[in-house]
């Protein structure tokens, strides 16, 4: 029997078969999730890395120094960067904005920062225009990160990255790296925007959508518009 909170009234059976269904296979999605996820959190204890330099403000700081308020994680995004083009990747500030809003809950139980390769100068343009305001920015200090979680090939051509680090003592070990290609489909973390899960909802799905840095800022335009 379907969840009736899940149904309007006039449902007719086909749907409320087809509903009972989907919910079925939404249970058993979620379980597959949280059996992942505590995979992921079994992972035995990764290798002790550099303690990598970044630029922060016109200084150097260390990977370490990152570890804040005794938070023994450090989540880093390493966001996409072209030195030939004028704007980043617009699929990687897609995800950071959402970062920007929910930092300050995630900040509670674990550090976190947003890193690239590009200067630090040109990356706090960009983040004041995204209106990036609750993130820690830093400008990595030469090509060996980037290179040595595979966010830059030996050519310079980045990837976007989500990497996990750990304080063990005075030392810093590597716990998990994501990609967004996974195999062969671009869907490697999606699960850390609500943006393609809200599209998901719709008959139309994504589709063929993606992200636009120009797009982008013309619904910011129009959405001070609305509140004006």
Same mark, same amino acid.
């Given at each position: 029997m379907t969840d009736s909170s899940l149904l309007m009234p006039g449902a007719d059976d086909a749907y409320r078969r087809?509903?009972?269904?989907?919910?079925?296979?939404?249970?058993d999605l979620r379980d597959r999730i949280e059996a992942v996820a505590a995979m992921r959190r079994s992972l035995p204890p990764g290798p002790v890395v550099p303690d990598y330099t970044?630029?922060?403000?016109?200084?150097?700081?260390?990977?370490?120094?990152?570890?804040?308020?005794?938070k023994p994680h450090l989540i880093l995004y390493h966001l996409m960067y072209w030195a030939t083009d004028d704007d980043f990747c617009p699929m990687c500030s897609l995800w950071i904005d959402g970062f920007n809003g929910i930092a300050p809950h995630v900040t509670q @139980? &674990?550090?976190?920062?947003? $890193?690239?390769?590009?200067?630090?100068?040109? !990356?706090?343009?960009?983040?004041e225009r =995204?209106?990036?305001?609750?993130?820690?920015?830093?400008?990595?200090?030469?090509?060996?990160?980037?290179?040595d979680i595979d966010a830059e090939d030996d050519e310079g051509n980045?990837?976007?990255?989500?990497?996990?680090?750990?304080k063990d003592g005075d030392r810093v070990r590597h716990v998990y790296t994501a990609h967004p290609m996974l195999e062969d489909?671009?869907?490697?973390?999606d699960l850390l925007s609500?943006?393609?899960?809200?599209?998901?909802?719709?008959?139309?799905? @994504? &589709?063929?959508?993606?992200? $636009?840095?120009?797009a982008f800022e013309a619904? !910011?335009?129009?959405?001070?518009?609305? =509140?004006?």
């Amino acid at each position: 029997m379907t969840d009736s909170s899940l149904l309007m009234p006039g449902a007719d059976d086909a749907y409320r078969r087809s509903r009972e269904r989907l919910r079925e296979a939404e249970i058993d999605l979620r379980d597959r999730i949280e059996a992942v996820a505590a995979m992921r959190r079994s992972l035995p204890p990764g290798p002790v890395v550099p303690d990598y330099t970044f630029v922060e403000n016109g200084r150097k700081v260390r990977l370490s120094e990152l570890f804040a308020d005794d938070k023994p994680h450090l989540i880093l995004y390493h966001l996409m960067y072209w030195a030939t083009d004028d704007d980043f990747c617009p699929m990687c500030s897609l995800w950071i904005d959402g970062f920007n809003g929910i930092a300050p809950h995630v900040t509670q @139980r &674990a550090n976190f920062a947003v $890193a690239s390769r590009a200067s630090f100068d040109r !990356l706090k343009a960009w983040g004041e225009r =995204r209106g990036w305001d609750r993130l820690r920015l830093l400008s990595d200090d030469g090509a060996a990160f980037a290179r040595d979680i595979d966010a830059e090939d030996d050519e310079g051509n980045p990837d976007s990255t989500v990497v996990v680090f750990a304080k063990d003592g005075d030392r810093v070990r590597h716990v998990y790296t994501a990609h967004p290609m996974l195999e062969d489909r671009e869907r490697g973390i999606d699960l850390l925007s609500p943006i393609w899960h809200l599209l998901d909802l719709m008959p139309s799905g @994504r &589709a063929q959508w993606y992200p $636009a840095n120009d797009a982008f800022e013309a619904s !910011l335009h129009s959405l001070a518009g609305l =509140r004006a």
